[in-house]
């Protein structure tokens, strides 16, 4: 049997547009349907309504134990970047392979599955996993129900390798991350007659000083982690809404921002915290506007990753990489965290391509990553045979 190239499985992966939210059940097929007629015996987990859904895999023999690879399925959208290609058609240019999730991260997926229908054609003594899932990129949300399902079952793997990218270097550690939405509640009134009314904008306004103030607290008193480029916990606002005309005084404003802890701050305590704060600027309005509120909702959350040095998959990834440096910690989140917590596996992060293309028009991944991360999976498939 001939195995398809990682590249030209990359480019099938690519050609679905699988944005968070919309469905991933035609990848799902393509990817099923190899690992099938390869002898993977497969599950997947799907979303509530059915339009989309996990995949999970295992190739080699029943039992505990194995080593997931896992990614995401999901991309982020591509409307309004300015694309010099069709962002769902793979463009090879000078070494570097364009389009959208390359890097972040159909990349992987592609030498993972390389690495699947490999390991199908050997006697492993211990098993390998795929874990391929849904909506990562709005906040880790559709592996969960994979997660809760897996947690049920009495036999588990030992240790996960998250394929983000990470330039193919050893990542052992990210942020946790909540992201809330704040709802000012004021009172509307003839903008002539403003000073009448109370305005949820400028409440607003006052809240998101007080998440500058409190943000410039940790930076002066708080924890640091150096291994971090931002080596402490940030609170960032990044939607406004409210207001209907300009002559309107407004009575609600909605602020979404979110608070990415490092592992030695407890997000639960800034975000306590936080609320304090709001109550502190509503507060003062309740004797003459008893509605006066800021409501506080979370929307998302997942946890950071911490990993040992000496811990099971970071040896392992060492042994497959040759990287015997310090692993690196990674700004971004990753679903890592929540494998390590929901089914207490060894986790680490290592992956093609760079993060920092991840997002953007013309995303690529090079050549020389993919080839990179085909030769460690090889090794891994090698010492699990």
């Known amino acids: 049997m001939t195995l398809p190239a990682t590249i030209d499985i990359l480019a099938r992966l690519v050609s679905f547009p699988t944005v968070s939210r919309r469905s991933n059940l035609d990848l799902l097929d393509y990817v ?46 591509v409307e309004g970047q300015a694309w010099s290609s069709d962002p769902f058609e793979l463009i090879d240019r000078g070494g570097r392979l364009y389009g959208r999730g390359t890097a972040d991260m159909k990349g992987f997926l592609a030498s993972a599955l390389c690495a699947g229908l490999n390991a199908a054609g050997r006697n492993l003594t211990t098993p390998l996993h795929l874990a391929f899932s849904y909506d990562e990129e709005i906040g880790c949300m559709g592996v969960r129900g994979m997660i809760d399902a897996l947690a049920a079952r009495p036999e588990r793997p030992a240790l996960c390798i998250i394929g983000e990218p990470t330039g193919m270097k050893i990542a052992n550690g990210h942020k946790g991350k909540i992201a809330c939405r704040a709802t000012c509640h004021g009172r509307e009134g003839h903008s002539a007659l403003a000073p009448m009314a109370l305005n949820a904008l400028h409440m607003g306004a006052t809240f998101i000083g007080s998440l500058q103030a409190r943000q410039a607290a940790i930076v002066a008193n708080g924890s640091r982690d150096d291994a971090y480029d931002v080596p402490y916990s940030t609170i960032h606002a990044g939607l406004i809404r409210g207001g209907t ?23 639960d305590a800034i975000l306590t915290a936080i609320r304090a704060d709001a109550e502190a600027v509503a507060a003062p309005h309740r004797a003459t506007f008893p509605e006066a509120e800021i409501g506080i909702e979370m929307v998302s959350a997942y946890p950071g990753l911490s990993t040992p040095e000496d811990s099971p998959a970071v040896r392992l990834l060492r042994q497959v990489t040759g990287d015997n440096g310090p692993p690196i910690k990674v700004a971004f989140g990753t679903e890592g965290g929540l494998f390590q917590a929901g089914l207490g596996l060894s986790t680490a992060i290592c992956g093609p391509g760079f993060m920092d293309q991840g997002h953007k028009p013309d995303e690529f991944v090079s050549r020389d990553q993919l080839e990179e991360c085909d030769r460690m999976l090889a090794r891994l498939v090698a010492a699990l045979s």
Do not use: K, Q
Not at 33 to 61: C, E, K, Q, V
Not at 245 to 262: G, H, Q, S, T, Y
């Open 245 to 267: 005309a300009l002559n309107i005084v407004p009575n609600r404003c909605e602020i979404d921002f979110e608070i990415r802890n490092i592992a030695e701050d407890d997000p």
């Open 32 to 77: 099923e349907g190899m690992l099938t007629t390869a002898g993977a015996r497969t599950r997947r987990f799907a979303h509530p309504d059915g339009s989309r859904a996990n995949l999970w895999a295992t190739i080699g023999p029943e039992g505990p134990g194995g080593v997931v690879l896992s990614g995401h399925t999901d991309v982020v959208p």
